[in-house]
Structure formats: structure tokens, C-alpha cells
């Protein structure tokens, strides 16, 4: 099966400016996540999606960052305007509705803000 | 809110040796599952192994073992013959219900 797809694989920009980060999940996969992942921390959730609703949102900034999974399948990021404390990798996941199921990755996309 | 504790953030093997790497966490669940994901440099997360919470039998992927101890909310990894590799960061996550969290990690050096 195709893995979760990312794009893209990195980006770099100024401080203010806006940026979107797009994933594909592993087709029939309800529950999608929104990581991010600061050099030499653990992922931090962001958003969890299932379906198209959005399940946790709780430590998303959101001032700044917004999510959405239109039709339950695809999801867009979008930070604005960025700050320098952004920069980060930001990870997708998604998962099965299996009870044990593990979370499958895609290979994240490195901000760096300037 | 549950937490994941991984209490060394660097270890280093000699190739073909094993190692342990620990982790803690806190929960008051009685139902959930605990991971070992492996991030390489290409900053792919692999899952490792997983285990479930109400299974007493530790779970095992080749060269990859658990010690779980549900009472002491310990759940560390031993991977056995390691491998150039196998050198990558580890994180220990946790997850119940939507619930998934995850450690801080640890890096782990293979020595030829």
C-alpha cells in the first residue's frame, strides 16, 4: 500500500510570511494527525482529524496555525504569520480504526524560518 | 494528561551487542497500547513494536524485545545483535483511545 504522503520536503521562509504544508493519507485511514517535531524533541500533536471533524485541537496556536481535511481525505497546514520559533518538522500521520492500530508517517516537511 | 518519559537521551552500542533503552509513563487507563517508533535521519517515523496493555506476554519483532511491567508503567526496548543500522533516534509512545503521546527520545549510536 502507498505510504502517507507529504509535500514539501522542506521550506524555508521569512518571519510573517505564510507557508501550507499538504498530506495524503494511507487511503481508508479515518484518523489523521498533524505533528510538530522541534530538533531533538518528541512530536508534539497539533490536530487530530477523524474524517473530516476535528477531534483534538487543543495545542494548536490558534492565532496563527489552522488545519483543515476537506472530504476526510487530504489535509493542508497553514501557519500565518510565521514566527521564528516555527521552524520545526512537521509530521502527518494517519491510522486505521483498528483498536491497536499503529500511526503510520509520512517523511515530514523541514521549516526553517529566517 | 498522560506522559512518556524516556530518561536517556543518548546511548551507544558496540555493533553486534545489545542494548536497553528505557521508558516510563503515567496513565490512569487501563486500556492502551504502547510503541517504539525509530526515526532515521530521513526523519521517517518506523514503528518498532507495540504492545498491549492488557496482554502480560512482552512483545517481540526479530531482534527487537519489550520488558513491559504494567505495575511499574515501564515499558522498555532491548534490541539484541544491533546493527550499523539500527543507529537512529527512538521514541516511546503511548496511546489510548485518541490519546497519543509520545517521549522525548533517544539517540542511539551503533560503533563498528
Known amino acids: 500500500e502507498a505510504g502517507v504522503a507529504q509535500s514539501p520536503r522542506y521550506k524555508i521562509i521569512e518571519k510573517r510570511q505564510s507557508v501550507a504544508f499538504w498530506c495524503n493519507p494511507i487511503?481508508?485511514?479515518?484518523?489523521l494527525y498533524w505533528y510538530q517535531q522541534i530538533l531533538g524533541q518528541g512530536p508534539k500533536l497539533l490536530i487530530q482529524?477523524?474524517?473530516?471533524?476535528?477531534?483534538?485541537d487543543s495545542q494548536l496556536p490558534k492565532d496563527r496555525f489552522s488545519a483543515e481535511r476537506l472530504k476526510g481525505v487530504d489535509s493542508t497546514l497553514k501557519i500565518q504569520p510565521a514566527k521564528l520559533e516555527d521552524s520545526a518538522v512537521y509530521l502527518c500521520?494517519?491510522?486505521?480504526?483498528?483498536?491497536?492500530?499503529?500511526?503510520?508517517f509520512g517523511n515530514g516537511t523541514r521549516l526553517t524560518v529566517t | 494528561a498522560q506522559t512518556v518519559t524516556q530518561s536517556q537521551p543518548e546511548m551507544s552500542v558496540q555493533e553486534a551487542e545489545t542494548v536497553t533503552l528505557s521508558c516510563t509513563y503515567d496513565?490512569?487507563?487501563?486500556?492502551?497500547?504502547l510503541f517504539w517508533y525509530k526515526q532515521p535521519p530521513s526523519r521517517q517515523m518506523i514503528l518498532v513494536i507495540r504492545?498491549?496493555?492488557?496482554?502480560?506476554q512482552n512483545a517481540t519483532e526479530n531482534r527487537f524485545s519489550v520488558n513491559f511491567q504494567k505495575a511499574a508503567k515501564s515499558f522498555s526496548l532491548k534490541i539484541s545483535d544491533s546493527q550499523l543500522g539500527d543507529a537512529a533516534m527512538y521514541f516511546c509512545?503511548?496511546?489510548?483511545?485518541?490519546?497519543?503521546?509520545f517521549g522525548a527520545g533517544t539517540r542511539l549510536t551503533v560503533k563498528p
Open positions: 500521520a494517519s491510522r486505521s480504526q483498528g483498536r491497536g492500530s499503529p500511526l503510520h
Open positions: 487511503s481508508g485511514h479515518a484518523t
Open positions: 482529524f477523524q474524517n473530516n471533524g476535528v477531534v483534538d
Open positions: 496513565t490512569s487507563e487501563s486500556d492502551y497500547y
Open positions: 504492545q498491549e496493555a492488557y496482554k502480560q
Open positions: 509512545a503511548y496511546r489510548s483511545g485518541n490519546d497519543m503521546r
